[in-house]
């Protein structure tokens, strides 16, 4: 679609042969149980190292949360070890309530937000930048991540502090072709505030224990990891003054 609209580059994706027969076998439950050390010494002069270990740990719970297979669950129960009340709820009601299957099977950028796209002088978009947790899944996960209330900043009514939601959802479904199913964009956007949570957390700890020196990692692990607590907060209230 953005090839076409806007003329932007869009890299040709090649899935490997494990996400086309959908099994999880390349994600094992030992690679997300592995600590520093072995991460290093397996890890340290590949891609994969630039993601850091947590990173690395981030991107396989998105993918494992993407195949509904029984085995993803035991892998995915690790995440729980994190003392975070509030994410765990989230978790919970995700595994509960999940979404339809999606209307069109598509590319994922998953991180397609403001603050990673190129634009020029007369607002047009020219790149998409950031596509290493690119993934082929329910186009509904792009949308939930860009209306994260944590994007919209001090304008919670314009969601990336660009269009209102009800202008923005509009403009996706003509230029997509979908219906926007409200219940299971509620879904992608409840699994966004989780992604994000757990962004964070990771993040800090990186901070926290030396191994990452960067600061962002630090503000963003204090001020992000509250404001999605919020946010979850949030949605649940709503969630229970919904009618049974």
């Known amino acids: 679609m953005l090839q076409q609209s806007l003329h932007v580059v869009v890299p040709r ?10 099994s999880t076998d390349f994600i094992s439950v030992e690679q997300l149980r592995s600590e520093q050390v072995s991460f290093r ?7 994969l190292w630039r993601s850091k270990r947590r990173g690395v740990l981030r991107n396989a719970a998105i993918v494992l949360g993407n195949h509904p297979a029984d085995d993803s669950c035991a892998a995915l129960e690790l995440g729980l070890n994190d003392p975070e009340p509030i994410v765990r709820a989230a978790i919970r009601w995700l595994r509960r309530n999940p979404p339809p299957p999606p209307e069109r099977l598509a590319i ?9 796209f190129l634009f020029d002088e007369q607002g047009r978009v020219t790149a998409i930048l950031d596509w290493e947790m690119c993934h082929l899944g329910d186009p509904l996960e792009d949308l939930g991540w860009a209306l994260d209330p944590l994007w919209a900043g001090t304008t919670p009514e314009r969601p990336g502090q ?49 191994t990452n ?32």
């Not at 010494?41 to 891609?47: D, G, K, L, N, V």
Request: charged fraction near 20%; proline fraction near 5%; glycine fraction near 10%.
């Open 13 to 22: 994706l090649v899935p490997a042969e494990e996400f086309i027969h959908g």
């Open 162 to 210: 660009l269009l209102d939601r009800t202008r923005g959802l509009s403009t996706w479904e003509g230029a997509s072709g979908l219906t926007v199913d409200q219940n299971a964009l509620r879904w992608w956007e409840i699994f966004a505030h989780v992604k994000g949570s757990a962004i964070w957390i990771s993040g800090s700890r990186e901070y926290a224990s030396g």
């Open 108 to 116: 994922v950028h998953g991180d397609y937000r403001t603050g990673n």
């Open 41 to 47: 010494q397996r890890f340290r002069h590949t891609p």
């Open 213 to 244: 020196h960067d600061p962002v990692l630090l503000i963003s692990g204090w001020l992000c990891t509250a404001r999605h607590a919020e946010i979850i907060a949030e949605r649940f209230v709503h969630l229970l003054e919904e009618p049974p």
